[in-house]
């Protein structure tokens, strides 16, 4: 009689897997990051670029073209001159915000809890 399978779960390629296709993209630099910015409110590009000194205005581009396509992120073109582009949270990109919330959240409480625990640690070495 064979031994029953372990639970555990689903085990399948990122590409073969919309699940983990969608996290492994949420989690790639800089998407959370940019999503989290937009849930306060519509951005500009350059509005974006201060908030995240460190990226490049070349990844900066391609993250917000890949939310794009992924309707995350609503581009919006004013018709005026000079040209005005906003960039927003669709209805879909909306639906993480909670979630968004959250992990900030426990990274806040993390980096606070690991803050204590530095002058612990100091204090117990001496």
């Known amino acids: 009689?064979?031994?029953p399978k372990a639970a555990t779960a689903a085990v399948c390629r990122p590409d073969e897997c919309?699940?983990?296709d969608w996290l492994a993209f949420l989690g790639?630099?800089?998407n959370a990051l940019l999503l989290w910015h937009l849930s306060s409110g519509p951005?500009?590009?350059s509005e974006l670029q201060a908030l995240l000194p460190r990226i490049s205005p070349k990844v900066l581009t391609d993250r917000i073209a890949g939310l794009t396509r992924r309707n995350l992120v609503q581009r919006t073109e004013t018709n005026t001159y000079p040209r005005e582009v906003t960039y927003r949270l669709t209805?879909?990109?909306e639906a993480l915000r909670?979630?968004?919330s959250e992990l900030y959240d426990w990274a806040a409480d993390v980096v606070h809890e690991d803050a204590l625990a530095v002058p612990q640690a100091a204090e117990r070495a001496r």
């Open 1 to 3: 009689m064979p031994e």
């Open 18 to 20: 919309l699940a983990e």
């Open 28 to 30: 790639h630099r800089w």
């Open 43 to 45: 951005r500009r590009y």
């Open 91 to 93: 209805a879909r990109g």
């Open 98 to 100: 909670t979630i968004l």
